[in-house]
């Protein structure tokens, strides 16, 4: 796990080592860099990197890291899991290994196979290599979109690196905010791929690549989840049997270190699953790392269950409480996301790394169980409004506009009437507008209120809410449920659960590693019906029967927590403070972007009790914090 950066452009002596400062959190242990000439011009190419030693702990492991001859050179970003086998069969065609790091597989695999050398990685990465005989540049990111990866053009010049904030020292980089892409952290609570916050800087898209040559880029996908086909299914034994092996090889390749290594443990099936696997491959010692909340918020509370799995399994186990003093993380948080993100899960991601750093390097986490079987509200929600949809429209509309205000909110972690509400209102549009109301901070019609009229039309411009195209659209159409699952898969998970995990990892030094995201593992789950996933009303009924037998019954039966916060207490009582600070009447005007009157009534309707606005508040609260760190004087951006 490291972090990587370069350049294609004029020389700037001090631009390497500025956009390396920025990424030393992601690599303490050792910093590297390198430039050459470009052929036929004034251009030069530099490659940069920050190292965190997991792999050959020695200083074979350095990077930028040349081939035997020294013409072809990366930086990278990740782990490749299969590459002890990748390096015999290359040792088998004669190629020299100087190092035993899975850095050096990733450039001999190239001189072999040129850019589809990535379709022969099992991992998680983020490379550039630069050729110097074919005087070209190619960037590669993986399959699900575990590594982060930014690039931004300017003429015949490039620029890309594992973070935002790295491209920033660029001198044709300007810090202007995109329309489009804050439009969609207001709908989304991220900014999508390909976008970023800022104009001319984009995000590389999971399985893609791009090539630069002769001063052109080229962007291309390598690996596409919606080719997958869907085979009949094999006895429910035989598939119970499969997922398990699966699962289990996903979890050995990732045991792979030379450093300590443990587990995020929610509580939950996936972090729970994990550990099983875990035990099942080794008896050694399994750290495993959990976050908690007082008694006053224990609804939100799953330390019970990790308790659980943690002495059913017998590992070494660690708890953290965490308090709500947000407001001294805060500025770590901007920090490190370098855009708005607004997933209030950041925080106590952030506090696990914080707490696991200190025991290992590495650790494994369940991100990705949720996208592949089914796990969310939202997925048992699309599977009844089909049935629903059955409701004469006129019924549907009357229901949505009849029942809907009358719907009380809650700031516990079960909202069920704010679920219905937004279950009936669902209704009566069609499922792909259905899904975006269900995961929409801002939906439409309180978007329009909030925005000023030039930023409105700014969000008419760039239809931030346009519909699916190409292979998606044709699913919502055919299979809403399909589509929901490969939605979350391609969007929500890299967007925003792998981008967190990444951030708030890698803000501590410490290597995240999610067996869920194995590619093979991807393809096999995929190549199943959602309806096995989903098997009637049972939120992830295959895995709960491959793991069976394996995990406590109490696990298999609780109902999904998910890693929240109790965010909607926190704003009525100790985070009011920060919230009256960054959205004040003056701190609003003078940003010229919502009404106040707006974002008044959501606060006053969130302090009294009357609805629960907190993550539309929690996100414009960030968006400030923001604005503040990199766009104004007080900041110091």
């Not at 242990?29 to 052929?39: A, N, P």
């Not at 598939?239 to 792979?256: F, G, P, W």
């Not at 707006?598 to 923001?626: C, P």
């Amino acid at each position: 796990m490291c972090g990587i950066c370069g350049y294609i452009g004029s020389r700037e002596p001090n631009l390497l080592p500025a956009m390396l400062r920025t990424l030393e959190h992601r690599g303490p242990d050792d910093e590297g860099s390198i430039t050459f000439r470009v052929e036929q011009g004034t251009s030069v190419v530099g490659l940069g990197h920050t190292r965190l030693s997991i792999i050959d702990l020695s200083a074979a492991g350095h990077e930028p890291m040349a081939n035997e001859d020294g013409t072809v050179w990366l930086v990278f970003n990740g782990e490749i899991y299969n590459f002890p086998e990748l390096r015999k069969l290359l040792e088998y065609k004669g190629h020299q290994f100087r190092s035993h790091t899975d850095a050096e597989v990733i450039l001999h695999l190239y001189e072999e196979e040129g850019e589809a050398c990535v379709q022969k990685l099992r991992g998680m990465f983020a490379f550039a290599i630069w050729d110097q005989g074919r005087q070209r540049l190619l960037l590669a990111r993986d399959r699900l979109g575990e590594k982060p990866l930014y690039y931004c053009t300017h003429g015949e010049s490039l620029g890309f690196a594992s973070e935002l904030k790295a491209l920033l020292p660029l001198p044709w980089v300007q810090r202007e905010v995109d329309p489009a892409a804050l439009l969609a952290y207001l709908t989304c609570g991220y900014v999508p791929q390909p976008l970023s916050i800022f104009q001319g800087i984009r995000k590389l898209p999971p399985a893609h690549l791009l090539v630069w040559e002769k001063g052109n880029c080229t962007v291309k996908r390598y690996w596409s989840p919606h080719t997958i086909q869907i085979v009949p299914p094999p006895t429910p034994s035989t598939m119970h049997e499969q997922l398990r092996a699966l699962l289990q090889e996903a979890v050995k390749l990732r045991l792979i270190s030379d450093v300590p290594l443990g587990v995020f443990l929610s509580g939950g099936i996936d972090s729970s699953a994990v550990v099983a696997m875990m035990r099942a491959v080794g008896n050694g010692p399994i750290a495993t790392f959990s976050i908690g909340y007082s008694n006053r918020f224990r609804s939100y509370n799953e330390l019970e269950y990790s308790r659980l799995v943690a002495r059913h399994f017998g590992t070494d186990h660690h708890e953290y409480i965490v308090e709500p003093q947000v407001q001294d993380l805060l500025p770590d948080l901007v920090y490190h996301f370098d855009e708005p993100f607004a997933d209030s899960s950041a925080i106590p991601t952030y506090l696990v790394s914080r707490e696991a750093r200190r025991e290992v390097t590495v650790a494994l986490s369940g991100i990705g169980g949720d996208e592949l079987f089914a796990g969310y509200p939202r997925h048992l929600g699309m599977r009844f409004s089909l049935v629903y949809e059955h409701l004469p429209y006129f019924w549907r509309r009357l229901l949505a506009s009849s029942l809907s205000p009358y719907l009380p909110d809650s700031l516990t972690s079960r909202s069920l009437g704010n679920w219905a509400r937004r279950f009936l209102e669902g209704g009566t549009v069609p499922p792909q507008a259905r899904y975006q109301g269900w995961t929409a901070f801002f939906a439409p019609p309180l978007l329009a209120k909030l925005c000023v009229p030039e930023f409105w039309q700014e969000r008419i411009l760039s239809r931030t809410d346009q519909p699916a195209e190409g292979p998606l659209a044709s699913l919502w159409a055919k299979d809403p449920l399909a589509a929901t699952l490969l939605t979350d898969l391609t969007t929500y998970l890299p967007d925003d659960l792998l981008a967190m995990g990444d951030r708030m990892s890698m803000a501590h030094g410490l290597e995240l590693r999610p067996p869920f995201c194995d590619h093979r593992l991807v393809e096999w789950t995929l190549s199943l019906s959602p309806t096995l996933r989903l098997k009637g009303w049972r939120p992830k009924a295959l895995l709960k029967k491959a793991l069976r037998g394996i995990l406590p019954e109490a696990v298999l039966r609780h109902r999904k927590q998910g890693f929240m916060i109790p965010l909607g207490q926190w704003l009525q009582g100790e985070l009011r403070p920060l919230m009256e600070e960054l959205l004040s009447e003056a701190v609003v005007k003078k940003r010229g972007l919502f009404h106040w009157q707006t974002i008044a009534w959501l606060k006053e309707q969130h302090v009294s009790g009357k609805r629960n606005f907190a993550d539309q508040l929690w996100a414009l609260m960030i968006l400030e914090a923001w604005w503040q760190r990199y766009l104004t004087a007080e900041g110091g951006g």
